[in-house]
Each structure stands twice: as C-alpha cells, then as structure tokens.
C-alpha cells in the first residue's frame, strides 16, 4: 500500500486539522449529504497538483480555503498533506516515505513542499507520473464525473487512456525535450547573432593583427639591418678612433717637445739680444779700470817712496863718506822739504794725466831738479845728514804701508779682472748661443708646423669619426625605441658574408663608407614603411584579436554543441514517440480487452471494446498554412464502441443513467487493471447502481483493490460493507467538517 495517510486543514469546510489514516485496500468515507465528503476527494486532486480550481468546484484559489461560519473565522490558507510509503522505491527518491504538501494563501500563491523542501509542481507532477499518478486524475473520479470519460471527446479519452497507461512521464520527457529544443533553437539563433555581430569586429581585428604581422616581419628585418649596420659602425669606429689616437700620439708628444724646444730657443735667443749683459759689462770694466788705477797710484807712491828712500840712502851714505870726505856734508833739512814739495807738486799735476809722455816728462824734469839740487847742496855745509836718516826712517814705514796698498790695489783688479773676464767669456758664450738659438727657432717652427698640419689632418679626421659617433649613438637610440631593448644587443651580431663565411674586424673596418650608407639609406627605408603601416598598440590588438578569436571559436563551438544538442533532441523526441505510440497501442489492446472483460461482466453480455480514430481539426488562426489558409489538424483519438446483450442500439447515447454508469465504471476498472495506479478515488461512482448492480459494482471493487488502494465516497451500504475501514464525516451547526472512524453500523446511519 501506498497511500499512508491525508491530513486536511483549512481546506474548504475543514477549517480545523482533519486526519486519514489508509491502512487498509479499500476505505470508505461516508456522511450525509453536504457534509465535505467530495472536499475530500478534492483535497486529492489540490495536493496531487490539480490546477483547474473549476475541478474543485471553486472560481478562484481563495475558494479552497475555509471561507468562514457565524462562528469561526476564515483561514488564510488551505494545506493539504498526503503521505505516500517509499519503501520499494517506486518514487525515485531516496526516502522510504514522501510527504507531499501543497499549500494555498488567499492571494492565490501556491506552495509545494516535498518532504520539507520547497519544489516546484513540475517536480511534484514529474514524481507523482513516475508512480502513475497522472495529472488528468484518471483515478480520481469526482461525483457525478463517472461518465466523464463517456462524454469526453475522444482527443481528451486519449489522453486519459494514456495517463492510465502510465504514458505521462514519457510525454512529460517528450515536453520537456520540446521545451529544451525549442530553447535551444533559440540560443542557436542568439549565438549565430552574437557572432554574426562579432564578425566584422573579429575582420577587422584579423587585417590589424595581418599589418601588425607585416610590421613584425619589417621590424625583423629591420633588426637583423640596424644590428649589422651598428655592429659595423661600431667596430669601425672603435677600430679607426684608436688607431686615430694612437696615430696623434706621437706627433702630439713630439710636437709638446718641439714646443718647449722652441720656446727655450726663443728664451736664449731673447736672453743673448737683452742689453742687460752689456751695460754690466761695462761697469765691470769701470771696475776693472778703478782697480787699475787705484794700484798704478799705489804703485807709483811706492815708487816715489822707494826712490826717496834710496836717495836718502844714498844720502846718508854720502853724508857719511863726506863726512869722512867733502862729500860727508849735511844738506839742510829746509832745503829738503823744499826739493820734495817740489817734486810732489810736479807729480801731482802729472798724476792727473794719463800719458807715459808726461809722466816722462816729468821724471825728467825731476831728476834734472834732483841734479840741480845736489850740485847746489855739494856746495853747502853738511848739516842734514840726522834729519836724514830720520827721514829715511819714515819713509822706510810708510813704504811697507804702501806695499800693502798696492797688493791690496793688485787683488782687488785681479779679482775685477777675473769677474770681467768671466762676463766676457759669458757674453761669448751667450752669442754663440743666441746663434744657435736663432737657428733652431728657424728649425722648430718649421717642424711645429708640419707636426700641426699632421694632427690636424688627424683631428679632421676624428672629429668626422665623432659626428658618425654622435650618428651611432642616435641610431642606437632610434633602433631601441622602434625595436626594444634587444636592438641594444647589437655587438652579439655576427657578420658574415654572403656565403655565411663570418667577417674579421679588420676586413669590416677596410670597408668602403659607401656600402654603410646604403645601409642607412636601407634603414631608412624600413623606417617608413614601418611608419606607414602605423600600428600602434600591437599587444592590445593581438590580444584582443586572440580574445576575439578565441571567444568567435567558443560561439562556434558552442553553436556545434547546441546542434548536436539539437539533434541529440529531435533523436530523443523521435524515440518518445515511438515509445509512446508503440506503448500506446500495445495499452490500448490491453485496456480494449479488460473493458470488454468488465463490460460483460457488468451486462451480463454484450460487447464493447476501444477504436483508435482520426479527427479532423481546425486549427486556431494563428496557425496558418503557408497559402495562408487556416490549418486542418488531423488528431488521433479514442472511441467507445458499446454492445448491450439483446439490445440492437450501439451508441453510447443511447443507454440509461444507470447503463452509463456501468460502461464508465468498466472503462475505469480496465484502465485501471491494465496499468494500476497506487490509489483510486471514486466518489460516489455507484449512486446510480440498483443493487444487483451494487454487488457486482463491489466484486469489481475488491478485485480492483488487489492492485490499487481504493478510497470510496459512497452511499452505497453494499460498497461501505467491502470497505476495511470506514470514515464518517459530518457537519455540525458551525459549518465545519469533521472526520471520524465508524464502524459499518454506524457508517450507514451516518450516511443516511
Ligand atoms: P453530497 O453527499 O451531497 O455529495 P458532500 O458530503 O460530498 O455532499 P461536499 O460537497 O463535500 O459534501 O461539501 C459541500 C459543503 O462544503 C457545503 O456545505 C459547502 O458550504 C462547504 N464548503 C465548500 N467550500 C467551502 C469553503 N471554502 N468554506 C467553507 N465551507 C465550504
């Protein structure tokens, strides 16, 4: 058994809790006459998801709920709980029991909670189809609906039949599958547009990242270009700077020496032309004269002093002799100093003279004086001859202090002697010198200037290598700012020539100029195609082609998927319907034959069996033919074909209330049969039914029931007699249904 138990509140007249308890096959609910017995089976089809309130005989929502009595209040909700065993799993839950429940507020808002969790009624619909619990409520058959199979059309008999059958869940996958197709038709066309729209964005990108490609293979070129043009710059200019330098270096060194040479010339050729030399020169002879002088003076006084003395000599020794002869006669001492007064007067006049003549002269004339004298003095007394010797005697100390004189006189011209000679010598040397000097000027400029010419031939020359210098350092510049860092690597080029052979240094810097500035020219010229092409941002655009790229390649992809999705679908459709139509007609067989079984059963005889037919519809107008004209839609049904035993009328229409009632009751029993539900409602199926009928009705009841569990509605005593357990439901003054377990005894009193 399945059902477990129903529990009502505020439900239509269940304003307070009501509980069921279905422990037994077959229970019957009985009461009198608007007591809330249909609310009952109502509340089945509320909780199993019925969305028609019409089928619950009610308007709107808020008509479920207890509207209310004199005496107690409306509910603001209706909640109806039905509990179902889970133990053999026949639910695809992992709980042993499901408690479903379906709550509805005054606003209209449906709640559905299945074992406490809040779900969605599609999941409530697709668990209760997994049990054959349909939707069209095939196994709840409301009052007076007995024969709603009768009188349905035979699209709806179909879909009844095929609810019975348990066909639901296939048709609930064949929806949902359309559902999905549809929806992913729909996410097909918006990723198709989604690309379609991101097409030109992604072409343009494409010719971006083409030109950046382009530039990319002109900056290549370009680097393999500017590195062979800087590596070979830059070995020329280091090769042709140091030999430049080095080549400076000697005339640079020879020609400071030359200047210095040139400069000491210029001196000593100044020096032998200053004055200074002379006019020192000449003093130094003015000296020299002096010193002559100044001893030719000493020397004459020594002279005159020696002279004095050997004639006082003489004198004395006359003196002496005459005093022992005539001529021993003394000369008187006034007459001396006379004679020398004389004599120094005479000398004194010619000391001022320069000449050897009149110092002749005057020696003469002295000596004739001296003669006069003594001739006169021979005549005289001898009485000087003391004051003689007297005399002698000074003139002997004053010569000693003259011979001092004149070797003072003697070394002091020396010495001026040897210093002008010096000076001489000096001012020999130093014209030789200035000769020299003269010459050598001559020679160093000449030299000073070709060593000029030299390094300025040189200097020309490098200061051509410092504007390719200042040209290097600039390309370089250029070359990392157009290709990065990397061009700064330059000096890991190898060159190599045309045969892949590399290239020594020095062939590199014997290297014509010409050849370089093609090179440059080359430069240039990528340059401005480099230029032209204007890419900017080239990371950018690259990544946002690649993004581009990549998500054009994820909508592709996902276009793919959702294809194959789509066919993965249609495939899924194809085979539902097949299913369905296979499990269809197989069902209808089965259910054609246990009709008949309990259409006889019922009669007594007779025949009655179900026919697969084809109906013509209109469609509605929004479904137009593509001529425009409204579509006729063929639709597959089912018929009733009934057969009274001994009567000859076939058509349905044609039989009584109570004959109505028995083919809808056999239809309903063989749908059941052929696919049993877990439970059936039947409310009050078997009003109609006299009581031979009753009996059968309560037969089929009972082998029902080995199947399904049934739940009864029922007024019927031989019906209430089959149940195992009986609920009575009644209705006091308040309005207000109540559940209660009766025994049969009482149920029949109570249903009366
Ligand atoms: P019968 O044997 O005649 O078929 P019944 O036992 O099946 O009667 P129901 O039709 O189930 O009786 O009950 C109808 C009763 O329920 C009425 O009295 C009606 O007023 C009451 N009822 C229906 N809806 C509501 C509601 N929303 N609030 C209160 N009472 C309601």
């Known amino acids: ?13 269940f304003a307070k809790k009501g509980e069921l308890e279905f422990s037994a096959p077959i229970t019957a609910i009985v009461g009198p006459n608007g007591s809330g017995k249909s609310n009952v089976a109502e509340s089945f089809r509320f909780v199993l998801g019925e969305q028609s309130v019409k089928s619950m005989r009610g308007k709107r929502g808020e008509d479920l709920i207890w509207g209310g009595s004199a005496q107690v209040a409306r509910g603001n909700r209706a909640s109806v709980t039905i509990t179902l065993d889970n133990s053999n799993k026949v639910f695809p839950l992992d709980f042993s029991e499901i408690k479903i429940e379906r709550v509805v507020h005054r606003d209209g808002q ?3 909670i299945l074992n406490g969790s809040t779900v969605r009624l599609k999941d409530i619909q697709e668990l209760l189809a997994s049990a054959n619990i349909g939707s069209t409520g095939h196994h709840i058959i409301s009052q007076g609906e007995a024969d709603r199979i009768l009188t349905a059309n035979p699209k709806e008999r179909r879909e009844m039949i095929e609810d019975a059958l348990g066909l639901k869940i296939y048709q609930y996958k064949r929806q949902e599958a359309e559902r999905k197709l549809t929806k992913t038709v729909e996410n097909v066309a918006q990723v ?4 379609r729209e991101a097409a030109p964005h992604l072409k343009y990108l494409e010719k971006q990242v083409q030109k950046i490609e382009k530039s990319l293979q002109l900056q290549e070129q370009l680097k393999a270009v500017y590195a062979e043009y800087l590596r070979r710059e830059d070995i020329y200019i280091a090769f042709h700077y140091d030999r430049l330098t080095t080549a400076r270096r000697i005339p640079q060194a020879e020609l400071e020496g030359v200047t210095a040479a040139l400069a000491a010339a210029k001196k000593t050729l100044q020096a032998s032309e200053s004055n200074q030399d002379s006019e020192q020169l000449i003093k130094l002879q003015e000296a020299v004269q002096q010193a002559l002088h100044d001893r030719q003076v000493a020397e004459r006084e020594f002279s005159k002093c020696e002279g004095q003395i050997a004639l006082l000599e003489r004198r004395v020794a006359e003196q002496e002799r005459r005093s ?12 001396i100093a006379a004679l020398i007064k004389d004599i120094e007067q005479q000398v004194s006049k010619v000391v001022q003279k320069d000449e050897v003549t009149f110092l002749q002269r005057a020696l003469s004339d002295i000596v004739h004086r001296l003669k006069l004298f003594i001739e006169r003095s021979s005549a005289a007394t001898d009485t000087t001859s003391e004051f003689d010797i007297k005399e002698l005697r000074r003139l002997k100390e004053e010569i000693e202090k003259l011979a001092i004189r004149v070797a003072d006189a003697q070394g002091k011209e020396t010495r001026a002697r040897k210093v002008y000679g010096e000076m001489e010598e000096q001012r020999v040397k130093e014209a030789t010198d200035g000769r020299e000097a003269e010459r050598a000027v001559f020679r160093l400029v000449g030299e000073q200037r070709e060593l000029e010419t030299q390094l300025e031939r040189i200097d020309r020359e490098l200061a051509i290598l410092d504007r390719d210098r200042n040209e290097f350092k600039r390309e370089l510049q ?14 890991e080029y190898l060159i190599v020539d045309s045969a892949g052979a590399s290239v020594a240094e020095e062939t590199v810097v014997q290297e014509d100029r010409e050849t370089q500035r093609a090179r440059r020219h080359e430069l240039e010229k990528l340059k401005i195609r480099l230029e032209e092409l204007g890419i900017g941002a080239t990371d950018e655009v690259i990544k946002e082609y690649n993004d581009a790229k990549e998500r054009d390649a994820f909508l592709a992809h996902e276009i793919a998927d959702l294809e194959s999705s789509i066919s993965k679908l249609r495939e899924l459709i194809t085979e539902l319907d097949a299913k369905l139509e296979e499990q269809f007609v197989v069902g209808i067989k089965k259910i054609s034959l246990e009709f008949n079984r309990f259409f006889t059963l019922m009669f007594g005889g007779g025949e009655a069996e179900l026919v697969t037919v084809t109906t013509k519809t209109r469609a509605s107008e929004d479904e137009l033919t593509e001529e425009g004209e409204i579509e006729e839609k ?8 009934a057969k009274l035993p001994n009567k000859r009328v076939k058509g349905l229409e044609m039989l009584s209330g109570g004959e109505r009632a028995l083919t809808s009751i056999a239809l309903i029993f063989a749908m059941s049969q052929v696919n049993p539900p877990p439970f059936i409602i039947l409310d009050e199926t078997d009003a109609a039914l006299d009581e031979a009928n009753s009996r059968r009705y309560g ?4 082998a029902l029931s080995k199947k399904s569990q049934l739940i009864l509605i029922t007024h019927n005593r031989e019906t209430m007699s089959r149940a195992g357990i009986l609920y009575g439901v009644t209705m006091a003054g308040d309005g207000i249904s109540k559940l209660l377990s009766v025994k049969l005894d009482e149920a029949v009193a109570v249903a009366k």
Do not use: H, Q
Not at 1 to 13: A, P, Q
Not at 634 to 641: A, D, Q
Not at 699 to 702: G, L, R, S, V
């Open 110 to 112: 449906n709640e559905y």
């Open 324 to 335: 022992k002869t005539v001529e021993g006669k003394a000369i008187p001492y006034a007459d």
């Open 192 to 195: 198709e547009s989604l690309r």
């Open 699 to 702: 037969d089929m009841i009972e």
């Open 1 to 13: 058994m399945y059902l477990k138990e129903l529990s009502i509140t505020g439900f239509k007249s």
């Open 478 to 491: 250029e070359a990392v700012a157009l290709l990065g860092r990397a061009a700064a690597a330059y000096y």
């Open 634 to 641: 063929k639709e597959e049904g089912i018929e009733l074909v």
